[in-house]
């Protein structure tokens, strides 16, 4: 299954084409003025084109000196594009070796580095060089290396570091991604991971209540260690305590609401997953002594109704993991279950976020092409899509890390 919007030729927030009139209109200019507008941008994006692809002009720039800056910052940004796979795996090789938590305990040099990861020492002093190169690891006197300023924060991180730890699934997929955007890939890796993504892949779609335990501890744990910087970005942009029952549906192990209780001591929480995973969440909430205002239901929410009543509802990092069909329906299914007067809230990553744009439509355009289901999507196909299933008032409220994590509420009249 695919998304419905994809095949369109126009991806969501792209500029109308060259001589599309829409710009004229858009403007109230004279049309002939506009087009003469239209066509002078035209022309000029050709030049520079041409300029840029000029070896000639490319050696001029980097010769003037009030060019050379820019020449310089484009040619590394180019390089980096060139060797970006190189980098991750060499943070990918420093999480799945321990290097970071080596060097936490304590300044050490390359030999020892080698002698506990198991690598010759002539390994262990390359694999650093480049991790000090990326500012993962710093040089520390005597020959040491410490923790660098990236290192650290992975380090400090088990949902980072869990995240790295599975991005070997995502390469291995993408080691030909053409078939992948022919829709050719059959079953991919990271769709048996995440098996309600890959369910559809195989021979015949398995309902969600067939998804066994085996199928979701791996993709719950990752997403209970990942959830810590959410929530904290969720909270600190939404008022919970101004709502009565909050339903978080895929709420996984039930770390969310655990997060939102904190804040909100006096909300009803519901969470509602895949049998499997509502399963482990109502352990989870019985061992977070949850229970009394807390509870877990199974279901599958591309078949199943939600539980009614909430007068919240969230979607954390759910409706970018499916196509448009399953998205529609699912805000129609909030719509039906929220109380006159509820919320819905939407917390993922989005598409198009000012300063972060490779995030979502690069790394989770790849990543859930990868998977099998879903894309990014920026606010503005959000809103449509809430204003379709029956919502008003679309609100964003800013979170600290955007590039984490976009909040969107809106109103069941
Ligand atoms: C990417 S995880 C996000 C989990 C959690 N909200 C978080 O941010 O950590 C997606 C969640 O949606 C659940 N899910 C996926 N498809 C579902 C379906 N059809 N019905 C119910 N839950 C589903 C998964 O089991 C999983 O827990």
């Not at 810590?228 to 029952?245: I, K, L, S």
């Not at 809430?386 to 069941?412: C, N, W, Y």
Request: hydrophobic share 45%; glycine share 10%.
């Amino acid at each position: 299954m695919r998304d419905g919007n994809q095949g369109t030729g126009k991806a969501d927030g792209a500029p109308a084409p060259v001589g599309d009139a829409a710009p004229e209109r858009a403007f109230g200019a004279a049309p002939g003025v506009a087009g003469r507008g239209v066509r002078l941008r035209a022309w000029l994006w050709r030049l520079r084109d041409r300029l840029v692809a000029s070896r000639t002009f490319r050696n001029a720039a980097a010769s003037f000196p009030l060019t050379r800056p820019m020449a310089r910052r484009n040619a590394r940004a180019l390089f980096d594009l060139c060797a970006g796979f190189v980098y991750s795996q060499v943070l990918a090789t420093c999480v799945r070796l321990d290097v970071f938590a080596l060097l936490a305990e304590r300044p050490r040099t390359a030999a020892e580095i080698g002698a506990l990861t198991g690598l010759p020492e002539s390994g262990a002093d390359r694999l650093l060089a480049a991790a000090v190169s990326l500012r993962l690891v710093d040089r520390r006197p005597g020959g040491r290396y410490g923790l660098g300023v990236l290192g650290a924060a992975v380090h400090g991180d088990p949902g980072i570091r869990a995240m790295i730890a599975h991005h070997h699934l995502l390469y291995d997929d993408l080691a030909d991604p053409v078939p992948l955007l022919k829709g050719e890939a059959g079953q991919t890796r990271l769709g048996a991971y995440w098996a309600y993504a890959g369910r559809a892949a195989g021979d015949a779609d398995v309902p969600g209540a067939a998804i066994g335990a085996d199928a979701v501890d791996a993709y719950s744990a990752l997403m209970a260690a990942s959830q810590a910087m959410v929530v904290d970005e969720v909270v600190a942009a939404y008022p919970f305590r101004r709502h009565r029952h909050l339903l978080d549906v895929g709420g996984g192990d039930a770390r969310f609401v655990a997060g939102v209780s904190a804040v909100a001591p006096a909300l009803r929480l519901t969470v509602f997953d895949l049998p499997a995973v509502a399963e482990r969440a109502q352990a989870a909430l019985d061992r977070a002594g949850l229970a009394r205002r807390a509870d877990a239901v199974g279901g599958d929410f591309t078949v199943d109704a939600l539980p009614a009543g909430a007068d919240l509802i969230s979607l954390v990092r759910i409706v970018h993991d499916h196509d448009e069909p399953v998205v529609r329906a699912l805000l129609s299914r909030a719509h039906d279950a929220l109380a006159s007067g509820g919320t819905l809230l939407i917390a993922e990553p989005m598409a198009e976020t000012p300063g972060a744009e490779p995030v979502g439509d690069a790394y989770f355009g790849f990543y859930l092409l990868a998977m099998g289901s879903g894309r990014p999507r920026s606010r503005a196909h959000l809103t449509r899509l809430l204003e379709a299933a029956g919502f008003t008032d679309v609100r964003e409220h800013s979170t600290r890390q955007p590039m984490i994590v976009r909040v969107l509420s809106a109103r069941k009249q």
